[in-house]
């Protein structure tokens, strides 16, 4: 294979991959409408998981406003990285892992933005401002390398069905190679670049602490 010709394979690996966007778009969508239903329904409940989240990734944010903005934007890729890379490889569980990744994401999404309407920001102040700078860039990533992995795991599960044979299952495994450098790692690096210096800042000028462990 000739690196020339990688750009003009993507968008053939996209296309070919229409049904899986799709499902794992939806997965992500329905997680985020379950989310702001159970903070809705359940404030008290969900506001525990949040204190979680918070108790999780507080130190983290601590120690990330020790370091410099490539410091910042190299822990933030990093993290990112592994958690995209989780959705690839838990694809091999035919699929299964990275569906139910997908939509507990969405529901995370949709739990916080329910917490942060709680706290009087209204929703497109919020997206506007603390999700769409870099999930411009890392929502994309995030609902490419689900696919990815959806449909490797079907496609394996497809093989071990005698539905696919071997030499199309090797062709699904390098396409999946190629989208996660070409594409995946770029648009990951860009995203926790913006997210250190445009979301970070916006953030703390509009709604100061109500995103506190994003």
């Known amino acids: ?17 229409q049904r899986y966007i799709i499902l794992t778009a939806g997965l992500f969508l329905m997680g985020i409408a379950a989310g702001v239903s159970v903070f809705h329904y ?4 969900a506001s525990q998981l949040l204190l979680m989240l918070d ?9 990330m406003a020790e370091l410099s903005i490539p410091g910042m934007a190299g822990l933030v890729f990093w993290n990112n990285l592994k958690a995209t890379g989780l959705l690839v490889a838990g694809g091999v569980a035919f699929g299964i892992l990275p569906m139910i990744m997908v939509f507990i994401n ?8 329910g917490d942060v309407i709680r706290q009087g920001f209204g929703l497109f102040p919020f997206i506007l401002v603390g999700i769409l700078p870099h999930g411009l860039f890392e ?6 390398g689900g696919t ?3 449909r490797l795991g079907f496609n394996i599960l497809g093989y071990e069905r005698k539905r696919q044979h071997g030499q199309g299952l090797k062709i699904i495994i390098v396409d999946t190679l190629v989208v996660l450098v070409v594409v995946l790692i770029p648009l990951l690096a860009i995203g926790a670049l913006i997210e250190v210096s445009v979301t970070r800042q916006l953030v703390e000028w509009v709604m100061g602490d109500a995103l506190r462990w994003h």
């Not at 359940?42 to 409940?45: A, E, K, V």
């Not at 108790?55 to 120690?63: E, I, L, V």
């Not at 929502?139 to 490419?144: C, E, F, R, S, V």
């Open 148 to 150: 990815l992995g959806i």
């Open 42 to 45: 359940n404030p008290l409940d």
């Open 1 to 17: 294979m000739r690196l020339s010709g990688l750009p003009r394979r993507i968008p053939k690996i996209l296309k070919a991959s």
């Open 106 to 113: 969405g529901l995370i999404v949709g739990m916080v933005s």
């Open 55 to 63: 108790r999780k990734f507080g130190p983290m944010a601590q120690s």
């Open 139 to 144: 929502i994309p990533a995030y609902i490419i």
